[in-house]
């Protein structure tokens, strides 16, 4: 097996991620641009993308990272505009651009186009979450099209594998898709809730950081393959437990923690970049086997629908914020009014990514019968252009038109308030129980630990009320700032001279190590507090 083109991919794609932080372009826009311009450059490897690995392989930890992210209450309370643009919108969509692409394309049946519906009908996880932490939406938004990209996928496969089967032949009736979505939706949320508490009880009673972290690296593909090996959705498994687990991880150990955040990040830059690469490197697999669509003729049906695509988000999304509240005071009472504004970002944000173009080259190449699948190449084709557009489009314009909107920005003075307040309640408790296990003789502490126990206490209590402060007028810091500063120096000091003291032999490396790692968790508390 030859490695060098999996590590030329992710030695590259994640060079030009780096590269597009120094940009105004969001990262996947560049990616997707980078790779279609590297997709004819002489000697590239040809990259098909399989969805063999995509689905299995690359989809479950990108939908972990997103929901461990995500926040199990805000997508409780936005639980029904979530439900009508994850379910509702995804068969909406599936039908209104099935039937267009019929329309539009000559000789492509009714069965095939549907398929091609249901295959660019969710919006990307990963395009749009990116987009949302770039450009700073309100978090109710940002919320809602987290919990859609998250759940989008289940609909769009069950859509597809329904679509697929009338498509080749197997006889599918409207009771049997809507029997084979439900045993999809509710089996994956079972296997989903069966899973979440044993896996929480191993993360809390495993005691190595390193054993924690590998189970924290299995558990997206261990649950999405138990819940495909039932038939079940295996993208709701995985984010029903990636839900729990995130929204119960002040209960792992905090060297968990640390490592487990680290790892993760690092897993999702690297997909997060390989993926978008990917989509640009398919142009050459799409171009080859047009036959007949070549030239003008292609390009008008991928504009067509690519409009089509963008017209019926629009559709749904505009009726779907507003006409439940107009029949519903509940609904009024209980949710915030989602503005024009809202319904506009949201609308907009429909890129499509990786998972679209994964569903369409596992079409099959032939029916039941031997016979080719019909026009298989112009789906492929339309699914490209399609994710190409929404990205290019979409992702591009999304920033600016969220910048002339106008939403109201975050106030860092009342955030700042609200954590001061936490803290000082949080230090409060902490005290108490100071003094409570003080007054035990078992834990006995001369009066100077006893003092500096305090001391970091009263220091975490003070350091939130600080950045509300007056700040330094030759450095522009808060105290707070220059503390943490000094603090970072003194420890790179010690660093330095550890590191003298073991190339002078005083200290062998295991003690550097050691004596290392305790400095570097110190810093990184330092870090986090800046943060």
Same mark, same amino acid.
């Given at each position: 097996?030859?490695?060098?083109?999996?590590?030329?991919?992710?030695?590259?794609?994640?060079?030009?991620?780096?590269?597009?932080?120094?940009?105004?372009?969001?990262?996947?826009?560049?990616?997707?641009?980078?790779?279609?311009?590297?997709?004819?450059?002489?000697?590239?490897?040809?990259?098909?993308?399989?969805?063999?690995?995509?689905?299995?392989?690359?989809?479950?930890?990108?939908?972990?990272?997103?929901?461990?992210?995500?926040?199990?209450?805000?997508?409780?309370?936005?639980?029904?505009?979530?439900?009508?643009?994850?379910?509702?919108?995804?068969?909406?969509?599936?039908?209104?651009?099935?039937?267009?692409?019929?329309?539009?394309?000559?000789?492509?049946?009714?069965?095939?186009?549907?398929?091609?519906?249901?295959?660019?009908?969710?919006?990307?996880?990963?395009?749009?979450?990116?987009?949302?932490?770039?450009?700073?939406?309100?978090?109710?938004?940002?919320?809602?099209?987290?919990?859609?990209?998250?759940?989008?996928?289940?609909?769009?496969?069950?859509?597809?594998?329904?679509?697929?089967?009338?498509?080749?032949?197997?006889?599918?009736?409207?009771?049997?898709?809507?029997?084979?979505?439900?045993?999809?939706?509710?089996?994956?949320?079972?296997?989903?809730?069966?899973?979440?508490?044993?896996?929480?009880?191993?993360?809390?009673?495993?005691?190595?950081?390193?054993?924690?972290?590998?189970?924290?690296?299995?558990?997206?593909?261990?649950?999405?393959?138990?819940?495909?090996?039932?038939?079940?959705?295996?993208?709701?498994?995985?984010?029903?437990?990636?839900?729990?687990?995130?929204?119960?991880?002040?209960?792992?150990?905090?060297?968990?923690?640390?490592?487990?955040?680290?790892?993760? =990040?690092?897993?999702?830059?690297?997909?997060?970049?390989?993926?978008?690469?990917?989509?640009?490197?398919?142009?050459?697999?799409?171009?080859?086997?047009?036959?007949?669509?070549?030239?003008?003729?292609?390009?008008?049906?991928?504009?067509?629908?690519?409009?089509?695509?963008?017209?019926?988000?629009?559709?749904?999304?505009?009726?779907?914020?507003?006409?439940?509240?107009?029949?519903?005071?509940?609904?009024?009472?209980?949710?915030?009014?989602?503005?024009?504004?809202?319904?506009?970002?949201?609308?907009?944000?429909?890129?499509?990514?990786?998972?679209?173009?994964?569903?369409?080259?596992?079409?099959?190449?032939?029916?039941?019968?031997?016979?080719?699948?019909?026009?298989?190449?112009?789906?492929?084709?339309?699914?490209?252009?399609?994710?190409?557009?929404?990205?290019?489009?979409?992702?591009?314009?999304?920033?600016?038109?969220?910048?002339?909107? =106008?939403?109201?920005?975050?106030?860092?003075?009342?955030?700042?308030?609200?954590?001061?307040?936490?803290?000082?309640?949080?230090?409060?408790?902490?005290?108490?129980?100071?003094?409570?296990?003080?007054?035990?003789?078992?834990?006995?502490?001369?009066?100077?630990?006893?003092?500096?126990?305090?001391?970091?206490?009263?220091?975490?209590?003070?350091?939130?009320?600080?950045?509300?402060?007056?700040?330094?007028?030759?450095?522009?810091?808060?105290?707070?700032?220059?503390?943490?500063?000094?603090?970072?120096?003194?420890?790179?000091?010690?660093?330095?001279?550890?590191?003298?003291?073991?190339?002078?032999?005083?200290?062998?490396?295991?003690?550097?190590?050691?004596?290392?790692?305790?400095?570097?968790?110190?810093?990184?508390?330092?870090?986090?507090?800046?943060?």
């Amino acid at each position: 097996m030859d490695v060098m083109p999996l590590l030329l991919l992710v030695a590259g794609s994640a060079a030009v991620a780096a590269g597009a932080r120094r940009t105004p372009v969001p990262a996947p826009l560049l990616l997707v641009a980078v790779g279609l311009a590297v997709s004819y450059v002489p000697g590239v490897p040809d990259y098909t993308l399989d969805p063999d690995v995509v689905l299995p392989l690359l989809l479950p930890p990108l939908l972990y990272t997103s929901a461990t992210d995500s926040s199990y209450l805000d997508l409780r309370a936005q639980l029904r505009p979530v439900a009508l643009l994850s379910v509702g919108y995804v068969l909406f969509a599936t039908f209104v651009v099935g039937w267009a692409a019929y329309v539009i394309v000559p000789g492509l049946p009714l069965t095939a186009a549907l398929v091609l519906g249901a295959v660019v009908a969710p919006p990307d996880a990963v395009a749009a979450t990116a987009v949302a932490r770039r450009v700073g939406l309100p978090s109710r938004i940002t919320t809602i099209l987290q919990g859609e990209s998250l759940l989008n996928d289940a609909t769009a496969i069950t859509a597809y594998k329904v679509a697929l089967a009338a498509a080749v032949g197997e006889g599918a009736t409207w009771a049997g898709g809507i029997g084979e979505f439900l045993l999809a939706a509710v089996g994956g949320v079972g296997v989903g809730l069966l899973m979440m508490v044993p896996i929480h009880w191993l993360r809390t009673h495993l005691k190595e950081a390193l054993l924690q972290n590998t189970l924290s690296l299995l558990i997206p593909f261990v649950a999405y393959a138990v819940a495909e090996q039932v038939h079940a959705s295996g993208v709701l498994a995985v984010v029903v437990v990636a839900l729990y687990l995130g929204h119960r991880a002040w209960e792992v150990d905090f060297a968990t923690r640390l490592q487990e955040e680290a790892v993760w =990040k690092m897993v999702a830059f690297v997909l997060e970049s390989a993926v978008f690469a990917l989509i640009g490197l398919q142009l050459p697999v799409v171009l080859k086997g047009l036959g007949e669509y070549r030239g003008l003729d292609a390009a008008l049906y991928a504009i067509a629908l690519f409009l089509v695509v963008v017209v019926t988000r629009f559709v749904w999304v505009y009726p779907a914020a507003f006409l439940p509240r107009m029949f519903s005071a509940r609904i009024r009472e209980r949710e915030d009014n989602p503005t024009w504004k809202g319904a506009m970002t949201t609308a907009w944000a429909g890129m499509r990514g990786v998972v679209s173009l994964a569903i369409a080259f596992s079409i099959p190449l032939t029916v039941h019968g031997g016979a080719p699948f019909p026009q298989r190449n112009i789906i492929l084709f339309l699914t490209f252009t399609t994710v190409i557009g929404t990205l290019v489009v979409q992702g591009l314009s999304l920033p600016p038109i969220i910048r002339l909107l =106008k939403f109201p920005g975050r106030d860092p003075q009342a955030e700042t308030l609200a954590e001061a307040n936490a803290q000082a309640q949080a230090s409060r408790v902490a005290e108490k129980r100071l003094n409570a296990l003080l007054e035990d003789e078992r834990n006995a502490l001369p009066p100077p630990l006893a003092d500096r126990l305090r001391e970091v206490l009263e220091r975490r209590r003070n350091a939130v009320w600080e950045r509300l402060g007056a700040t330094n007028p030759v450095t522009g810091e808060t105290v707070d700032d220059t503390y943490r500063r000094l603090s970072r120096e003194m420890i790179s000091a010690e660093r330095s001279m550890f590191v003298r003291l073991r190339d002078g032999r005083y200290i062998d490396d295991e003690m550097l190590r050691t004596l290392l790692r305790r400095l570097d968790l110190e810093e990184a508390a330092a870090y986090r507090e800046a943060a």
